[in-house]
T-cell receptor, first 112, second 114 residues
Framework: KQEVTQIPAALSVPEGENLVLNCSFTDSAIYNLQWFRQDPGKGLTSLLLIQSSQREQTSGRLNASLDKSSGRSTLYIAASQPGDSATYLCAVAYNAGNMLTFGGGTRLMVKP | NAGVTQTPKFRVLKTGQSMTLLCAQDMNHEYMYWYRQDPGMGLRLIHYSVGEGTTAKGEVPDGYNVSRLKKQNFLLGLESAAPSQTSVYFC?????????????FGPGTRLLVL
């Protein structure tokens, strides 16, 4: 059974700090890896998708990396802002059709 | 373009009652998914569909049934609700054809079973 783990479960940082969220997965034969953002009481919004053949993806202040051999991905957030406060979810697709296995999420709070 | 919508937003059921959750998407996506989200457990796939008229079981299918009679709609049914089915339910959709395609999520349905 594939498992996806996110550490830490919660993180609180002061505004302006650079931070890293971690995701690990047990089976390296992935199809793609995705990072989502979830605001309280809302649905999920896709942030970045890394294909199996890629090592990283960037969007604005966000950078996600993928190391299949070690079963790890990181989401780097530069110059954090209070508006970045949310839960960040990592999810892995193991086949075409994109059925996702999710981690438990990291709840991020950025304090002004 | 509404994206993915879910009906209802919130519902309270008594144990043993039945209900249907409706998901609709206007993006002409082939694939649709139902997940449940419980505290500390992330999202878990209940059922999914790879096209109109097809459905398949996900990780936690017991106690749920689904139907995909129209491409744009995916229904999740609870025949006899149990307190263990108290959760937030999310529907998602995608083209599902390549490894570059993400899923688009609805806003969720909060279900409380007493």
């Amino acid at each position: 059974k594939q498992e996806v783990t996110q550490i830490p479960a919660a993180l609180s940082v002061p505004e302006g700090e650079n931070l890293v969220l971690n995701c690990s997965f047990t089976d390296s034969a992935i199809y793609n890896l995705q990072w989502f953002r979830q605001d309280p009481g809302k649905g999920l919004t896709s942030l970045l998708l890394i294909q199996s053949s890629q090592r990283e993806q960037t969007s604005g202040r966000l950078n996600a990396s993928l190391d299949k051999s070690s079963g790890r991905s990181t989401l780097y957030i530069a110059a954090s802002q209070p508006g970045d406060s949310a839960t960040y979810l990592c999810a892995v697709a193991y086949n075409a059709g994109n059925m996702l296995t999710f981690g438990g999420g990291t709840r991020l709070m950025v304090k002004p | 373009n509404a994206g993915v919508t879910q009906t209802p937003k919130f519902r309270v059921l008594k144990t043993g009652q039945s209900m249907t959750l409706l998901c609709a998407q206007d993006m002409n996506h082939e694939y649709m998914y139902w997940y449940r989200q419980d505290p500390g457990m992330g999202l878990r796939l209940i059922h999914y569909s790879v096209g109109e008229g097809t459905t398949a079981k996900g990780e936690v299918p017991d106690g749920y049934n689904v139907s995909r009679l129209k491409k744009q709609n995916f229904l999740l049914g609870l025949e006899s609700a149990a307190p263990s089915q108290t959760s937030v339910y999310f529907c998602a959709s995608s083209y599902g054809r390549t490894d570059q395609e993400t899923q688009y999520f609805g806003p969720g349905t909060r279900l409380l079973v007493l």
